[in-house]
């Protein structure tokens, strides 16, 4: 909601809020967080595909988003912190 995305300091334009975008994490130890990532990446059509913090074997969890097939940019970032800030970088 926007709520729960302005409380959580997420931007005022997150996909989440229009219900394009959804945060995943195997919580179970099915397949790591790196595993499916990289079979979004390799296999599906996105619109923005997020490897979130964590470290360069595994992300603490993914992003992805969907717009439509038309309007995925398929662009791929790593999200990392500098000063306390979350930063986005191209991969």
């Known amino acids: 909601s926007v709520k729960l995305n302005k409380a959580i300091g997420g931007s005022s334009k997150s996909q989440h809020c229009k219900g394009q975008a959804i945060d995943i994490d195997d919580t179970y130890g ?8 990289n079979y979004i990446k390799n296999n599906l059509d996105f619109d923005q595909l997020i490897w979130e913090f964590g470290d360069d074997d595994n992300p603490n969890w993914v992003h992805v ?3 439509s097939e038309d309007s995925n940019r398929r662009r791929c970032l ?7 800030r979350s930063k986005y970088m191209v991969v």
């Open 78 to 84: 790593k999200a990392y912190k500098e000063q306390g």
């Open 30 to 37: 099915v397949v790591a967080n790196s595993e499916m990532y």
């Open 65 to 67: 988003s969907y717009v």
